[in-house]
């Protein structure tokens, strides 16, 4: 019998607090309009005679095409099939012991810039398996494995990015809890470096500061924290809080000359601009207040 499901998540912006979430303080997060979608197709076989566990994988905005046997060791496969293998384990006592699985993957959300392309992949593994073996998206469920899924990918995530593509709206989120919020910013610009960024890195990068300058990686923590608090409750303040939330990442050590350099820039022009996600490269977010799109390009 063949069955199809077809599920998609948003992509995401931290708005204040990225890195110091994974030190349990509060971070702002947003999603944002562009999705990663994914397909699950799966065919499966009651004949024993010819019993097989297929999978076809296809990335397509980065070409990668792949076909694999699910019961083989994962351990050389690339990290996305890792994670492919890895949902279809917690599943598999739900599915027909032997079929052919085609997973197809689109995203609008650009791979590697810190716009949360990685835990829409994560969220829309689960839930497609999900919604196959239950018939229904239970979004907590879903999003305790897509952590698990981020595990694999990131190291040791703070969750701010599997919850926020799975929730949706904007969130006011710690390791300890989440808060729904009615949050939104109708005049912000994302600006991509063009310079791959790699969140685990830049991750390590700044346990490696906290860790050799405990008590200086406090107090920018703490102060990153009180940021977050004052951006919730004084919307009208973000300009000048971007720049405090901007200087207290450049301290963690996240930012680069060019980051600088644009940030500066902008600046100039009085235009604040922020580090989104786990800097090191990836997008930086703009409060464009009453400038144009073309004000801005210039
Ligand atoms: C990455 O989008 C956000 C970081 O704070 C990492 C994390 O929270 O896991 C840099």
Redesign the pocket.
């Known amino acids: 019998m063949k069955k199809t499901v077809i599920v998609s998540s948003p992509g995401k912006l931290?708005i204040g607090g990225?890195?110091a979430?994974?030190y349990g303080r509060r971070a702002l997060v947003t999603s944002i309009g562009i999705r990663l979608y994914m397909q699950l197709a799966v065919d499966e076989n009651t004949d024993k005679q010819t019993e097989k566990h297929l999978l076809n994988f296809t990335l397509h905005d980065t070409n990668q095409r792949y076909s694999i046997d699910l019961y083989e060791s994962s351990d050389t496969q690339t990290i996305e099939v890792q994670a492919v293998i890895h949902v279809y384990n917690q599943f598999k006592s739900f599915l027909s012991e032997s079929g052919v699985f085609n997973i197809e993957v689109r995203s609008e959300i650009p791979i590697g810039a810190?716009l949360g392309s990685s835990a829409a992949f994560s969220v829309c593994l689960v839930g497609c398996f999900h919604l196959l073996c239950h018939g229904k998206l239970c979004l907590e469920d879903i999003n305790e494995l897509a952590y698990r899924v981020e595990c694999l990918f990131?190291g040791t995530?703070?969750g701010?990015?599997n919850t926020i593509s799975t929730f949706g709206q904007s969130l006011l989120y710690s390791r300890a809890s989440k808060k729904h919020l009615n949050f939104r910013l109708s005049n912000l610009a994302i600006i991509d470096t063009g310079i791959p960024k790699s969140?685990k890195r830049?991750?390590g990068l700044v346990r490696s500061f906290v860790e050799s300058n405990p008590e200086e990686g406090e107090k920018i923590l703490n102060d990153i924290a009180t940021c977050v608090d004052a951006m919730v409750e004084h919307p009208d303040e973000l300009d000048e809080l971007f720049q405090r939330n901007q200087q207290l990442l450049k301290h963690l050590g996240v930012s680069t000359v060019e980051i600088d350099q644009i940030v500066e820039i902008l600046l100039k022009n009085s235009i604040s601009t922020k580090i989104t996600?786990?800097g090191g490269g990836g997008c930086l977010i703009a409060l464009t207040s009453t400038f144009t799109k073309e004000q801005i390009l210039e």
Do not use: L, R
């Open positions: 931290i990225e890195h979430v994974v810190g990131h995530p703070s701010v990015d969140t830049m991750v996600g786990a």
